[in-house]
């Protein structure tokens, strides 16, 4: 490890410790001044405070992780403010029920003395994060990387990187017909190397060179490879064998998910009335149009169901054909412009969900004919059907509108294939983050492939 890297690495440290800092005093503040003034002096008191810290300080440091509120260098500052205020308000929601438990009513707690804890953490925090953001910029320098590929879909990861040019140096592109030599006296000069569809024997080579050498690989991943994430290692006498056991769910997490998609559709309905009210009447008075629109969508096993949006298009913008929104649509109305950045055009959907048409979390549903288009081209694509639709999902916290088919593809197969309580609760707290990204509600290019984008 070089000099720059050990002290990229204790400012990383440095700035975790005095965000758990921050997250320890504010934390105990709050508690203090609702709940403390009337105690005696003692150690019953600073105990209390001390384990109220303590608590809070791991709530916010479990959804600072799920945020990615501490990776510094990687994101810039005003995603790292962001996620960091989202960490800490959820935690702030927690300590305020604690509270509420501990009064039991809600007259003797004292807003104001939340609203001034937010923000010192919001101070606080936003003041480590551009001292540790400079310090960091001093040491940090374009992460060396290469990339060997075997078919031309390797030009969109290449286009993503060289918009990226303080977080990545490309020193060289392959094919993975290139001598071996060549590519290793590159890869000799990197930290990582990119496989795109390469063929198994340069996987191999470059994969042994990598183990020996330290260097990170990153491997593209095709159907098969994750039809076997649930793989195990099997005996057949003395030769061991990947074994792609299908595991069954587990045993209560179908009931624990519909009553989870009950109770959290029934509180966004009654949490967001103000929000769905609001927007009705803003699409009545921007046109006179309906204020919802329905359109048939593919839920588990294919059955068809009517799912619910508010209208963020202009009266009849299809006549009848399906076609994907764009970037700059004319067809959006300013009113639909500002919902679908934020995601409300989504909310009724919280009715599909009660209906049991949908899931809170699962694949997005698409449209039939979309469907039946992206299937001739990719035949994996019916292998989504296999849960519930769902009104957010892996692949629309991790995607964006416009990733390709394929990719999105491959992330519902990897929730597919991970689905839990656990993870279906880590989906729904990251979609709080991603509802603000801009970049997540973007349309497609007007040049972009809907169906089949890379083979």
């Avoid at 006179?288 to 209208?311: A, E, W």
């Avoid at 039939?368 to 994996?380: H, L």
């Avoid at 689905?419 to 349309?443: A, M």
Wanted: with cysteine; charged share 25%; hydrophobic share 40%.
């Amino acid at each position: 490890m070089t000099r720059k890297e050990r002290f990229k690495n204790k400012i990383k440290e440095v700035y975790t410790f005095m965000s758990l800092v921050i997250a320890f005093i504010t934390a105990a503040l709050i508690w203090y001044w609702n709940v403390a003034p009337g105690w005696g002096e003692g150690f019953f008191g600073y105990r209390t405070l001390t384990l109220v810290g303590i608590m809070f300080a791991v709530v916010y440091f479990f959804f600072a992780k799920m945020y990615d509120a501490h990776k510094i260098g990687l994101y810039r500052l005003q995603e790292l403010a962001f996620s960091q205020m989202l960490s800490f308000s959820i935690g702030d929601f927690c300590l305020f029920v604690a509270t509420f438990f501990w009064f039991h009513n809600f007259s003797r707690i004292s807003l104001r003395f939340f609203l001034l804890g937010f923000v010192l953490q919001f101070t606080g925090i936003v003041l480590v994060t551009f001292v540790c953001n400079r310090l960091y910029a001093r040491f940090d320098e374009p992460r060396k990387i290469m990339i060997v590929y075997g078919s031309q879909d390797y030009l969109r990861l290449l286009k993503k990187m060289k918009e990226k040019k303080y977080r990545y140096e490309i020193l060289g592109t392959y094919e993975d017909t290139t001598d071996p030599e060549i590519i290793f006296k590159t890869l000799s000069k990197c930290k990582d190397i990119y496989l795109c569809d390469v063929s198994e024997e340069v996987e191999k080579r470059v994969m042994i060179f990598c183990d020996a050498h330290h260097k990170d690989m990153h491997t593209s991943m095709d159907m098969s490879d994750l039809l076997k994430l649930s793989h195990e290692v099997s005996h057949t006498f003395d030769t061991p064998y990947l074994r792609n056991k299908k595991m069954p769910e587990a045993w209560y997490y179908a009931g624990v998910k519909r009553t989870a998609d009950v109770i959290i559709a029934l509180l966004g309905i009654l949490i967001l009335s103000p929000v769905l009210i609001i927007t009705s009447v803003l699409i009545k008075a921007y046109d006179g149009g309906p204020v919802l629109y329905s359109q048939k969508r593919l839920t588990k096993d294919g059955r068809v169901f009517d799912i619910y949006k508010f209208r963020s298009m202009k009266v009849d913008s299809e006549n009848g054909v399906a076609r994907l929104a764009s970037k700059n649509d004319d067809r959006i109305t300013p009113v639909g412009n500002v919902i679908r950045k934020l995601r409300i055009d989504e909310l009724p959907q919280l009715f599909n969900i009660l209906k049991n048409d949908m899931s809170v979390v699962g694949p997005r549903p698409e449209r039939p004919e979309i469907a039946e288009q992206y299937e001739k081209e990719i035949p994996e694509f019916g292998l989504r059907l296999k849960v519930k639709a769902g009104l957010t999902g892996y692949a629309q916290v991790y995607g964006k509108y416009n990733t390709t088919p394929l990719d999105k593809l491959k992330l519902d197969l990897l929730y597919i294939s991970q689905r839990s309580v656990l993870f279906d609760l880590r989906i729904i707290f990251y979609t709080l983050k991603i509802v603000f990204i801009p970049e997540s509600s973007e349309g497609v290019s007007e040049d972009q492939v809907t169906a089949l984008e890379n083979k």
